[in-house]
């Protein structure tokens, strides 16, 4: 029997429990998991924003985590392509992408080549864009009150 190969991409910035959740559900799914970290630039040209924390670093956090085998760089915009570079048997995604054009489409692509789509729940009480708000609240909060501070 061959061993099973896992991928879940992400780009896992202010990781959180959400994250840990994907990869731990993932890897007691396949017998080898590899963690995809979106780049930088991607992540600016499909969300539009650069992460908080450098790919080097969210690599650096997410390749020792106990349950990824191995992470690299995501820098490739489609996922096929993706699998082109680092074959997998198993996608691992969140199911917000459950039923969505982009996620049919990659359903579609990946039976293609005999790669499985496997969701997983999205974890609602935190994500990276909740936490995200938090530090620019914080942050303009901070701005405002040494602002008032300095007034005469």
Known sequence: MTARIGYAAGAFDLFHVGHLNLLRHAK???DYLIAGVVADELLVATKGRSPVVPLAERLEIVRHI???DEAVAETLPRKIDTW????FDIFFKGDDWRGTPKGLALEREFAAVGVEVVYFPYTMHTSSTALRRTLELLNSGAQERVTLKSLP
Do not use: D, L
């Open 28 to 30: 007691a799914q396949c």
């Open 84 to 87: 082109r570079s680092v074959h």
């Open 66 to 68: 106990r349950c990824v």
